[in-house]
């Protein structure tokens, strides 16, 4: 009794609000959240990591009182600036947002930290062998509904809205790395062309069986737009179903990451050699300092800017001059003409650059008081006429 007594007069303890994070990044969590604006805050100090002293980009559309989330008509991304007056909750993004300079130190001191702690030479070996297995699994565990549709496929690729525009005429899409289906069912769905054929592809026989599991798939009346086949994109064979020179549009979202960088070199030459001259390839990928990137812990680092998930899988993070290099063919694996190790073509294909870009955005979450820096790299490539 005496026990009860005492604890019932002990002074309730309020709870103290904290921001969830995951397991994987606590360790980012004083870079990560955003803190509570005071009216004591020196006016000098950057307040969300945006300078005090910063020159708008952009002038609002209309004064702040009738627009007060900086709007603009249509929407566009590339269009929301985050200003000193703005918001920063207005939006659950904002475009060309740079790191600020605690978070950059903190990227420079993540990055030594992972070279310091690589995978060993054991695992090295058993992640980079066959690396479609770990893609297999990683489908096997994740079901159709675990992944989200890319809406903002057309937003971010005008052309897409024009291929599948009713009498367009003959158009052939290769995806690659097309995983479940996430880009290819909104093609589909979207498509008002009947002379348009999609070609979903991707080395993971588990996630071509989720993709020919889908209704939508199943329920295709003849000729069927969209065919779903396994192909290793740093294979020796073209597509099933694939002739040199019979695409003209070629998706690699999210799927040039996935590869080593010793693959780089025969992938392209395979996408070059399906193009039809003029074809062109729209990509979307990983850029370097992304937050997939920093939050890596010890165990990860395969090689510079190249590592593995806790599931297996790998990704790689690219700079925009790396990207360049790459495919306008002016990138060399090695000085030694003799090396073996690497499954390069003879002719390097030469890609046009159309449009490379880094793509930097700020992610907040209102209700966590959160503030995530993205970094994706967005190009477009044509095969020469």
């Given at each position: 009794?005496a026990d009860?007594k005492s604890?019932?007069?002990?002074p ?5 609000p ?11 969590r004083k870079?990560?959240v955003?803190p509570?604006?005071t009216s004591?805050?020196p ?9 005090s002293?910063?020159?708008p980009?952009?002038?609002a559309?209309?004064d702040a009182?009738?627009?007060p989330?900086?709007?603009t008509?249509?929407?566009q991304?590339g ?7 703005s918001?920063?909750?207005?939006h ?5 947002v740079?790191?600020d300079a605690?978070?950059a130190?903190?990227?420079?001191q993540?990055?030594?930290f992972?070279?310091d ?8 070996t ?8 770990w ?10 509904n675990?992944f989200k549709?890319?809406?903002w496929?057309v937003q971010?690729?005008s052309i ?7 009498g ?11 995983g479940?289906g996430n880009?290819a069912?909104?093609?589909l ?10 070609h979903?592809?991707d080395?993971s026989a ?7 599991a ?21 294979g020796?064979?073209?597509p099933?179903?694939l002739e040199a020179?019979s ?5 690699m979202?999210?799927?040039?990451s996935?590869l080593?960088?010793?693959?780089w ?5 395979n ?5 039809k001259p003029?074809?062109?390839?729209l ?7 992304d ?15 190249f ?7 790998r990704?790689y ?12 063919g002016e990138?060399s ?8 190790s690497q499954?390069t073509p003879?002719?390097?294909?030469k890609f046009?650059i159309v449009?490379?870009a880094v793509?930097?955005?700020m992610l907040?979450n209102r209700q966590r008081k959160?503030?995530?820096?993205r970094c994706w790299m ?5 095969k020469?006429?």
């Open positions: 009794m009860e604890e019932a007069a002990l309730i303890r309020p709870k103290q904290k921001q969830q994070l995951t397991k994987g990044m606590e360790h980012m870079y990560v955003v509570e604006k004591s805050s006016a000098e100090k950057d307040d969300y990591g945006v300078p002293a910063i020159e980009i952009r002038k559309t209309s009182a009738s627009n989330q900086n709007r008509d249509p929407f991304f269009t929301r600036y985050l200003e000193q007056d918001d920063i909750f207005a659950n993004a904002w475009d060309h740079e790191v605690q978070y130190e903190f990227i420079e993540q990055t030594i992972q070279r702690n690589q995978v060993s030479d054991f695992d090295k058993r992640f980079n062998d066959k690396p479609e297995k893609w297999d699994k990683f489908y096997s565990n994740n079901n159709a675990f549709d890319r809406k496929l971010e690729f897409l809205g024009e291929v599948t525009s009713e367009y005429g003959k158009c052939t899409v290769l995806e690659v790395g097309a479940a880009t069912f909104p093609l769905a979207m498509n008002r062309n009947e002379e348009l054929k999609v979903a592809c080395y588990k996630a071509i069986d989720v993709i020919r889908q209704d939508a798939y199943t329920a295709q009346s003849e000729p069927a737009v969209l065919k779903a086949d396994v192909w290793d994109a740093a020796e064979v073209l099933p179903g020179g695409v003209d549009l070629v998706l979202i999210f799927i040039f996935a080593s960088p010793e693959q070199m025969r992938a392209v030459s996408i070059f050699t399906l193009l003029g074809g062109e390839v990509l979307r990928d990983y850029g370097r300092g937050l997939a990137q920093v939050r890596f812990k010890k165990g990860r680092y395969l090689e510079e800017n590592y593995v998930r806790g599931d297996g899988t990704v993070f690219f700079e925009e001059q790396e990207l360049r290099e790459i495919w306008s990138l694996r090695t000085d030694d003409p003799e090396d073996e499954d003879t002719d390097t294909p046009e449009n490379l793509d930097r955005r907040v959160l503030k995530m820096y967005q190009g477009r490539f044509r020469p006429v």
